[in-house]
């Protein structure tokens, strides 16, 4: 089992940046493809970003290409989405999720572990 830990999110202006990190103590980070996933209420799960587990790879929803950046310290077990010029329809849960193994998981199904979320509102 892996326990994944969001701090980091908040209000925003909107235009805004805001920098959610995802955290995994005591487990061998490096072993993990992560990503993050957004949902509103009422919707399904949305991907917004996802990151190779040796961190050389990521790939993003089409919606936050140039804004939002994924990365990763395999050193310290931590991921972080530097998300930038915020928007209000952004806000939502965000969520870290995992799946061991290599690669890049773009469909929110395919990871099996999750965080229990952070808020992000963007609003003035």
């Known amino acids: 089992q892996v326990q994944l830990v969001e701090l980091g999110g908040g209000l925003v202006m909107p235009g805004g940046p805001l920098r959610p990190s995802c955290a995994a103590p005591?487990?061998?980070?490096?072993?993990?493809?992560m990503g993050w996933v957004r949902q509103t209420p009422g919707k399904e799960r949305e991907f917004v970003a996802a990151?190779?587990?040796?961190?050389?790879?990521?790939y993003y929803a089409d919606s936050v290409k140039g804004r939002f950046t994924n990365s990763r310290d395999n050193a310290k077990n931590t991921m972080h989405l530097q998300m930038n010029s915020l928007k209000p329809e952004k806000t939502a849960v965000y969520y870290c999720?995992?799946?061991?193994?290599?690669?890049?998981?773009?469909?929110?199904?395919?990871?099996?572990?999750w965080g229990q979320g952070t808020q992000v509102t963007v609003s003035s």
């Open positions: 999720a995992a799946r061991s193994g290599s690669g890049l998981n773009c469909n929110p199904a395919e990871y099996n572990y």
């Open positions: 005591g487990r061998t980070f490096s072993s993990y493809r």
């Open positions: 990151i190779h587990w040796g961190g050389g790879s990521t």
